[in-house]
């Protein structure tokens, strides 16, 4: 059964930064794309960063280069979501996903998900 499971959220100040991890089990992933998607209160989910679980190639929402980084550690199944100089409307419930694809923007992207953790940016 694949999990993936999310930590790392929490209240943090304008400016602050929170490191977001996501820890997948269950089957492999070497040949999928992991995503951090967001949904803020009222707003329609969005993707953030993506990365090949197998690859280097990383790939940004424009609202979050230069302040975000995605990276994975393949040795500890993990896939990470640095985030610094954060502001209010970074406020949102951050997701982890897989997917066999990296048309992120797809609709029905995503063949697994996590349950999300809070972020909460105050200014």
């Known amino acids: 059964q694949v999990q993936l499971v999310e930590s790392g959220g929490g209240l943090v100040q304008a400016g602050g930064s929170l490191r977001l991890s996501c820890a997948a089990s269950?089957?492999?992933?070497?040949?999928?794309?992991m995503g951090w998607f967001r949904q803020a209160p009222g707003k329609e989910r969005e993707f953030v960063a993506g990365?090949?679980?197998?690859?280097?190639?990383?790939y940004y929402a424009d609202s979050v280069k230069g302040r975000f980084a995605i990276s994975r550690d393949n040795a500890k199944n993990m896939v990470y979501l640095q985030m610094n100089s954060l502001k209010p409307e970074d406020t949102a419930v951050y997701y982890c996903?897989?997917?066999?694809?990296?048309?992120?923007?797809?609709?029905?992207?995503?063949?697994?998900w996590g349950q999300g953790t809070q972020v909460t940016v105050s200014s």
């Open positions: 996903a897989a997917d066999r694809t990296s048309r992120f923007s797809d609709s029905d992207w995503g063949d697994h």
């Open positions: 269950g089957r492999t992933f070497s040949n999928y794309y």
């Open positions: 990365i090949l679980w197998s690859g280097s190639r990383t």
